[in-house]
């Protein structure tokens, strides 16, 4: 089946540092991929998404490149703020046919919570 | 515009007790999803509602789960009766029309359930 492994949390840095938090799957045929932050008291929003390989996804300043050779899509954001504190989620689409309906539903990793200290 | 928005916030039931947690999704948003995270782990698909149909259930953990969509607008979970391992964070998400890459699922804030 389908399945996302995210790298173990929690995840502390200093304002202005450097940060990746890898993601790897697994799925049949070609899966879109997605990150989802959730912050204190919020639900999950889309952070940004990824649907063919070599394809680059990036928003408020944080990027992942679907890597279809190594089945990642790590998360990067070259200087963290205190502000993106939260849980990050990766996550995939495969897409499953049954009757021609394609379902959509999301497949997550465990998540990881990033602390940014001033 | 009104995003999902999901109620209770927070329920403490005891174990054996029956709990009904609504979702209301985004005003025109024909597909509904709910998928819940346990003990901080990954969150998980339960069902997904296109209308009032269930179009897939697979995630449903057991028969104590069920799921309404009453006229293809809010949805209901119901918890009968509740287990201590049911305890977790339940979310409800929606999307427009049929499922394509541009249908992006927004979710709402979670429900915390906590069965003692």
């Known amino acids: 089946g389908n399945s996302v492994t995210q790298m173990e949390g929690p995840v502390t840095l200093s304002e202005e540092a450097f940060l990746t938090i890898n993601c790897t799957y697994t799925a049949t045929g070609y899966p879109s991929l997605f990150w989802y932050v959730q912050y204190p008291g919020e639900g999950l929003q889309l952070l940004l998404k990824a649907t063919k390989a070599d394809d680059k996804g990036s928003n408020k300043g944080f990027e992942a490149t679907y890597r279809k050779e190594t089945t990642s899509f790590h998360l990067e954001k070259g200087s963290v703020q205190v502000s993106d504190s939260a849980v990050y989620f990766c996550?995939?689409?495969?897409?499953?046919?049954?009757?021609?309906?394609?379902?959509?539903?999301?497949?997550f990793g465990q998540g990881t919570i990033l602390t940014v200290h001033p | 515009e009104a995003g999902v928005t999901q109620f209770p916030s927070h329920s403490v039931i005891e174990k054996g007790q029956t709990v009904t947690l609504r979702c209301d999704p985004i005003s025109g948003h024909d597909n509904l999803y709910w998928y819940r995270r346990v003990m901080g782990k990954e969150i998980k698909f339960l069902l997904h509602?296109?209308?009032?149909?269930?179009?897939?259930e697979s995630g449903m953990p057991n028969n104590r789960f069920l799921a309404e969509r009453t006229g293809g607008t809010y949805s209901t979970l119901k918890v009968q009766p509740a287990e201590l391992e049911d305890s977790g964070v339940y979310f409800c998400?929606?999307?427009?029309?049929?499922?394509?890459?541009?249908?992006?699922?927004?979710f709402g804030p979670g429900t915390r359930l906590t069965v003692l």
């Open positions: 996550a995939l689409r495969a897409w499953g046919k049954a009757g021609g309906t394609s379902y959509g539903k999301l497949t």
């Open positions: 998400a929606s999307s427009q029309g049929r499922t394509g890459d541009g249908n992006e699922q927004f």
């Open positions: 509602f296109v209308k009032e149909s269930k179009q897939d």
